[in-house]
């Protein structure tokens, strides 16, 4: 580089470094028109992006390269620029370059690797940030993105590996104590992962993403307490942390707190991973609010959670009948019979239904928050009038003849639930705990071929799942039978409705409506709850299940 280009590059470099870029943009566009050196493009290119002004700094940075095709850095630079725009094809193409024209730019190596990780190609962004370490075994951030590439390839043991290696280059990397924590959670090494949380907010006390999963492991040790007050502590670093308030909702809700979890749990719906809605969209009516005077007033209510939900608050819906409002219920398909045979003074319509006018919606898991509910003021549920629907059924006949007592049993809920690896149970672990000695009959609506076989094959139980085409049914047939033991799962809310003596299997991490310790539930009168002692051992919760069952039903 010429003496006088290097003393103009030096003189633009230190007006930036004091924070004068207008200044050093002026002056380097006197100078390039006389000095058109791809350095002092470069600079000015920098400067422009600097100044949010991304279409000037591109074409610098082309202008840079026209004169010299060689300097793989600038291409690294108008690389990341592209990546900024999102330009990611571009930002590759850039880092190719770079690399034919340096095979030893570690930085064009590591930023395709982050355009790989945002394109999702893990394998590829290993390989890159592989090339990194190669080139540069030193560099703390290469081995952090190699183990959160593993980590999305669900390659935990390597993750593993590159985040010790990045702590071991850096003791106070936050990002990799952060992300191997989420490595420790996902293989359910809870006290791994809080060890790695409690370093990683001692390095950075600011940042609410270490708080708020801090609270998240503390919750799968049953620590209610203290991932109370570190959710709190994460609304305090940022109180637009939408998954924080919605995960505090739940802790107030399961300790009880019901008020203020029900005014929390609103949150929910700024979340990403939110379900609601999925049966009405809003259209630019109001939402039902706290103290709207309702007389003469349409509302139209909408189940916005899974068929348990729609069952435990469908309960609230006469209360806001009882403000002489007129109600219209959206409901799921397999509720709407059962719901339209049921205590509700309201019309009941399926989510293919044309909607009719109102005047307010609300989502029905709202109505709690919208009700000012507490434990003290839980309404009875909702009563339905259960019909023997099947007379001609040879199975309702053989319910109905029996000579021993017959038990529903459900074992798995829906895989789709976000805890449903806790509270279901595979049947053949099912079948091992539970006592033989009585008569048993799967109230599962369907069956995997498996499960099949292993029923087909145990005289003691009988399939029921061709007979139950809907909710309706299945109260139906539940309504004969004298008991029902039952994972965490719509049947819970079902038989809990019909006033059934209902046995129901809680995990070690209970949904919040469950709450903790108690043996009954302010929902239901006539469930009683069988609680985990610890994490996957079901045996403990038979082993009691069997001595209520020799009590209950002596032989």
Known sequence: MPQHI?????KARLLVKNGQLKNALKFLTKILHNNPHHELFFIRANILKSLSLPKKALEDYSSALFINPRASYIYVNRGILFSELNQTTNALKDYELAISTNPKDHLAYFNRGKCFQKLKKHNEAIQSFAKVIEISPNLAAAHMEKGVSHFKSVENDPAIFHFNEAIKLNLNYYEAYLNRSLVFTKKEQFNEAINDLKIAITI?????????????????????????????????KNNEFANAHANLSLIYLTLSEYEKGFYKYEWKWKTKTQRGQKLYQSNSKPLLTRNKP???KSVLIYSDEGLGDAIQFSRFINLIVHEKARVVLIMQEPLISLFRSSNLKCEIIGKS???PYHDYYAPMSSLPNILKINETKIPDPVKFRINSLRKNSALDLMVKRRNKPFIGIVWRGNPDHTNDKNRSIDLDLFLKFLDQDYQYISLQNTLTKQESVMISSQPGILDSS?????????????????????????????????????????????DWRWQLKRTDSPWYASIKLFRQKEKQNWSDVFDTVNNNLKSLFPK
Not at 466 to 494: F, G, K, R
């Open 466 to 510: 061709h007979s139950l085409l809907d909710m309706e049914q299945t109260a139906s047939l539940c309504n004969q039978l004298d008991l029902i033991i039952t994972v965490d799962t719509s049947i819970a809310h079902l038989c809990g409705s019909l006033k059934k003596p209902t046995w129901v299997l809680i995990p070690f991490v209970p």
């Open 294 to 296: 309702l007389i003469g």
């Open 6 to 10: 290097k003393q103009i590059a030096e």
């Open 204 to 236: 950075n006390s600011e940042e609410a993403k270490g708080f708020y999963n801090l609270a998240l492991n503390q919750t799968q040790l049953g620590d209610y307490i203290s991932a109370k007050n570190n959710y709190e502590i994460a609304i305090l």
């Open 353 to 355: 239904s044309k909607i």
